[in-house]
């Protein structure tokens, strides 16, 4: 991870601060590169900077944060499913437009692909 992430994390106080050597370098602990592996991890399942901000909040608080990631992870999930929804009408659409095309559907007078000007917006 580049160093001015992990700076822009400690600067948001989602990653302990470093320990300096004598020369200024910072020094990662294990509880460091934990907390940085678990940022990665869930960013990965698609939580933003101040979901996690949130879940470590709950987590450092002395709270289990599972109801809360459970309740992330259904909204998450719903805004997939409609994401997904979304993706096969586009896909139906072009397959259709697809076809017509491959069919030779023809053009209008102006010039445009009939496929085109049928196609499901």
């Known amino acids: 991870m580049a160093a001015h992430t992990i700076r822009f994390y400690e600067e948001r106080k989602l990653v302990s601060r470093a320990a300096r050597s004598n020369g200024g ?5 294990e509880r460091i590169l934990d907390e ?3 940022i990665r991890r869930a960013q990965r399942l698609g939580f933003s900077l101040e979901e996690i901000r949130e ?3 709950l987590g ?3 709270k289990p944060p599972c109801a809360r ?4 992870c ?6 997939i499913d409609r994401q997904m929804a ?3 009408t586009f896909r139906r659409g072009l397959l259709d ?3 017509q095309a491959e069919a030779g559907c023809g053009f209008s007078r102006e010039g445009f692909c009939k496929a085109i000007m049928g196609a499901v917006s």
Do not use: C, K, M, N
């Open 55 to 57: 879940i470590l909040t």
């Open 25 to 29: 370098y910072r020094i990662y602990s």
């Open 36 to 38: 940085l592996g678990f």
């Open 60 to 62: 450092r608080g002395g």
């Open 97 to 99: 437009a697809e076809r």
């Open 74 to 79: 259904a909204r998450h999930l719903a805004d």
């Open 86 to 88: 979304e993706l096969q």
């Open 69 to 72: 990631v459970a309740a992330l």
